[in-house]
């Protein structure tokens, strides 16, 4: 036994030792295989960086503008100032060197890491790759070239390109040989680093005499560049040590776990056979005994077990397990002797029936099937019985009855989720659905039609931000509770996500009885709402849409509704309106506006003109306002008021906000010397953050004097968030612009404007001027005006002066500056220019 014993462990000794090399030779393969996958990583990496590269050349090259201002003429103003070939090349691709080589070969323009500079590509990188590219640039000039450098001991990036006219039939190409554009990636120590890191290799880097002293694994590659060769090292991943130091030490445990658990299997063996004799006469004689345990227990294993229980051929309860009055609270004596039937019960069939089929001797089962507590509560259970013969030979039914009831209520749960709101108990979209198909199909008739009805809640955004969303949640409970006792039983009413409502009016008798309905909803939903100590309120906007006049499926109701209540809150909120079929049109356009406005917004389809301000006192002109106007390509010149409202609801009135006012600082800086602009500012932009900044990078960027420009605001602008209103005019102040209240006496027109917010002047509406000097009345509201704005120490200037007589009235009433036809139209900006020299004369 003991040579056995040894030469087994002999055996598995070698077997581990086999294992333990094998794991050492598998670990250097990982080991390999990782860094040759890491190389070509690597050099993937470089291949993407430069063809990325190359196809900026290329989109810079090939480029009408660029044939233009860096070719026919060098054009530093475009290039530099306007950023087309500039600092924002450094900012945004890190590229550190722009050059653009004559076609003599001469540097006529450099920007070197984002500021522009005199020197030579010899110069800067001490290389002069010249040749090489005016070779390869032969071969294909359509196409960009490329090449790897050593610059100061560091990798870069070259590519060029000849500069065309590309695609711009626009630009007329001029004979001679090309110029050369050409940008650097200088691929620098940081710049590597995160490079590598992108692709999951860590510390890259140049490989030093330093770095080679490392005490980890690396890994290198060698780069042949142009005019030197340098190699890349990293950090190897060395999955393969991982490996050792997991796999090892676990293979010498389960090798010396193993010997163990052989030598004392092998010992135990001895002594069962010993005790093997001496137990065969104990279980021969116990054999018998657990015969008829054994085919008991073996049934019950077999079945899913909760509660075991035994019955007789009447099926009255013989045995109940100690787990029935655990799991039903009744007493085990309190059932014994009566039929299972009278405590259990199954809708399916009679549970007695199912018990006594005949022919049935395998297990059986039964769900949910219902009996009662002892305390009276209504539970369920999965039945399984299986007939049984007794050793006196009768019939008998034994088996398990497992509680269900979580499961039963958790099923009735998610199917009442399913078809219902959460939150308020109303009916979900798959319930109102299903409601509308179903009364969609018994026809509803134009006596008789179906109203669908779209309802939004107005201002609720606001109660979510200021009480925050347990209030919220409120007052949707509230409403859903108001909105179901303005109905009758026959309606419905859904909850469509959000703040939106669905309600469905089958069978209405007139046309009126909706209007009725719209007026009761809309005077429940205004009432006061009082939450957490708060008086809330808010109001509704509703669109209605009848079936079968507009349409007979449930997809085109609620879109005709949907397309309803967006009229309805674009008509000022807290109404109904039902749908026609205009209304549909009238999105289809409003969208086409929309992707207009955005295209025009790319393709410069946008000018500015210039109205001059006279100043009473100096008798010049010594201001301009900046007026936009959109030449649209279909519909001719637009004015603002037929595009700012769209661009003010989309989000786009911010780009077009920021192109008119680094259009006109550009201008006042370059053409209008000495003279002030005003730039008209959306009181839409003073919901959002970041117009201070966006104002402080206009003059910055035209550096013009913050003193020239002044900003024109509607009353509007502080109604939103007076403080938040503040604040950012506090911050325009800050910067040395103007501010003016544009458009004065046709708002709220209240003094505590003029005394609480920083504003520098009145521009006084035109419909007021206009009246002057014939109606006294007129009169009387502008001088009165005036008086005001002096008396807060404002200027005041007066829109829409047409006439000798207006602006002598003004002159008596001591106006500061006045603006209209009279003094000049609106004008672009050459013409502008003309006109005020000959004012000047």
């Given at each position: 036994m003991k040579r056995s014993l040894l030469f087994m462990l002999s055996l598995l000794g070698l077997f581990f030792l086999i294992a333990i090399l094998a794991l050492l030779r598998i670990a250097c393969d990982i080991n390999n295989r990782a860094d040759e996958q890491s190389k070509t990583l690597l050099q993937k990496a470089l291949q993407n960086q430069q063809t990325t590269l190359k196809g900026h050349a290329r989109d810079y090259a090939a480029w009408g503008e660029s044939y233009t201002h860096l070719h026919k003429t060098l054009d530093t103003d475009w290039a530099w100032q306007k950023q087309n070939l500039g600092a924002s090349l450094f900012d945004d691709f890190n590229y550190e060197g722009i050059f653009v080589i004559g076609p003599q070969g001469d540097t006529r323009y450099s920007v070197i890491e984002g500021k522009?500079?005199?020197?030579?590509?010899?110069?800067?990188?001490?290389?002069?790759?010249?040749?090489?590219?005016?070779?390869?640039?032969?071969?294909?000039?359509?196409?960009?070239?490329?090449?790897?450098?050593?610059?100061?001991?560091?990798?870069?990036?070259?590519?060029a390109a000849w500069i065309t006219t590309g695609d711009d039939e626009d630009v007329q190409p001029v004979p001679g040989p090309p110029s050369m554009l050409m940008f650097i990636d200088q691929l620098g120590p940081q710049e590597l680093r995160e490079l590598g890191e992108e692709y999951g290799i860590r510390d890259l880097h140049v490989q030093t005499a330093a770095s080679r002293q490392a005490d980890y694994r690396q890994v290198a590659l060698p780069l042949a560049l142009h005019n030197?060769?340098?190699?890349?090292?990293?950090?190897?991943?060395?999955?393969?040590?991982s490996l050792l130091l997991v796999m090892l030490p676990l293979m010498v445990f389960i090798s010396l776990l193993t010997a163990l658990l052989a030598a004392w299997l092998m010992r135990?063996?001895?002594n069962k056979a010993r005790l093997n004799d001496e137990n065969h006469f104990l279980l021969e004689q116990s054999r018998q005994a657990l015969a008829a345990s054994e085919r008991r227990f073996r049934d019950v294993v077999e079945a899913t077990t909760d509660w075991?229980?035994?019955?007789?051929?009447?099926?009255?309860?013989t045995w109940l397990s100690e787990r029935f009055p655990v799991i039903t609270g009744h007493r085990i004596d309190a059932w014994l002797g009566r039929p299972i039937t009278q405590f259990i019960e199954c809708e399916q069939i009679a549970l007695g029936d199912w018990l006594l089929q005949p022919g049935q001797t395998a297990h059986r089962g039964l769900t949910h099937c219902r009996y009662f507590s002892a305390q009276g509560h209504q539970r369920y259970c999965n039945l399984v019985a299986k007939p049984t013969t007794t050793p006196e030979g009768a019939l008998s039914y034994r088996g398990t009855a497992t509680d269900v009831t979580l499961e039963v209520e958790a099923q009735e749960r998610v199917q009442y989720l399913s078809h219902h709101d959460e939150l308020t108990g109303l009916p979900n979209r798959v319930?109102?659905?299903?409601?509308?198909?179903?009364?969609?199909?018994?026809?509803?008739?134009?006596?008789?039609?179906?109203?669908?009805?779209?309802?939004d809640l107005d201002k609720f955004k606001p109660v979510n931000d200021l009480f925050g969303h347990g209030a919220g949640d409120e007052v949707l409970h509230q409403i859903s509770e108001r909105l179901r006792a303005c109905l009758r039983d026959v309606d419905l009413v859904a909850r469509q996500g959000g703040d939106e409502f669905i309600l469905i009016i089958p069978d209405i008798e007139q046309k009126q009885?909706?209007?009725?309905?719209?007026?009761?909803?809309?005077?429940?939903?205004?009432?006061?709402?009082?939450?957490?100590?708060?008086?809330?309120?808010?109001g509704a906007s509703m669109g209605i849409a009848l079936a079968p006049q507009d349409a007979v499926n449930a997809t085109d109701l609620l879109r005709y509704s949907d397309i309803a209540l967006y009229k309805a809150k674009s008509a000022g909120r807290n109404g109904w309106v039902f749908y026609s079929a205009d209304m549909e049109e009238q999105i289809v356009q409003r969208r086409e506006m929309e992707k207009s406005l955005r295209e025009a917004l790319k393709e410069e389809q946008f000018r500015l003109v210039y109205q001059p301000r006279y100043d009473m006192k100096a008798g010049r002109v010594?201001?301009?306002e900046a007026l936009l106007r959109w030449h649209h390509p279909a519909h001719g010149l637009l004015m603002p008021d037929q595009f700012i409202p769209l661009a003010e609801e989309t989000g786009l009135i911010i780009p077009l906000s920021d192109w008119v006012l680094n259009t006109a600082c550009h201008d006042a800086q370059n053409e209008l010397p000495g003279m002030a602009v005003s730039v008209n500012i959306s009181a839409v932009e003073f919901q959002t953050s970041g117009l201070v900044a966006r104002v402080r990078e206009a003059l910055h960027t035209s550096k013009l004097d913050p003193a020239r420009l002044a900003l024109e605001v509607t009353e509007n602008a502080t109604l939103w968030n007076p403080q938040s209103s503040l604040e950012i005019m506090n911050g325009l102040k800050a910067l040395g612009v103007r501010l003016l209240i544009d458009d004065f006496g046709t708002g709220y027109s209240s003094l505590s404007y003029l005394r609480n917010f920083p504003f520098d002047g009145i521009k006084l509406d035109k419909s007021f001027v206009a009246g002057m000097p014939h109606s006294e009345n007129a009169n009387n509201i502008v001088e009165n005006i005036i008086g005001l704005g002096k008396a807060f120490s404002l200027s005041i200037t007066a829109e829409g002066v047409e006439t000798p007589e207006q602006l002598e009235q003004l002159k008596m009433f001591q106006c500061d500056e006045s603006q209209g036809y009279l003094i000049s139209r609106p004008m672009p900006l050459a013409d502008l220019k003309g006109q005020i020299e000959k004012m000047g004369e």
């Open positions: 522009r500079a005199n020197l030579t590509l010899a110069q800067w990188s001490g290389n002069q790759p010249l040749a090489a590219l005016n070779a390869a640039l032969a071969k294909n000039p359509q196409e960009p070239v490329s090449l790897a450098l050593s610059i100061n001991g560091q990798p870069a990036l070259l590519a030197a060769s340098v190699v890349l090292e990293w950090r190897s991943e060395n999955p393969g040590r135990s063996a001895l075991i229980w035994e019955t007789d051929d009447q099926l009255r309860f319930r109102m659905k299903e409601f509308l198909e179903g009364k969609l199909r018994s026809m509803p008739t134009r006596e008789h039609p179906l109203a669908m009805i779209s309802l009885d909706i209007v009725h309905l719209c007026e009761r909803i809309v005077r429940e939903i205004r009432r006061p709402l009082y939450i957490q100590d708060h008086e809330i309120f808010i010594v201001a301009v």
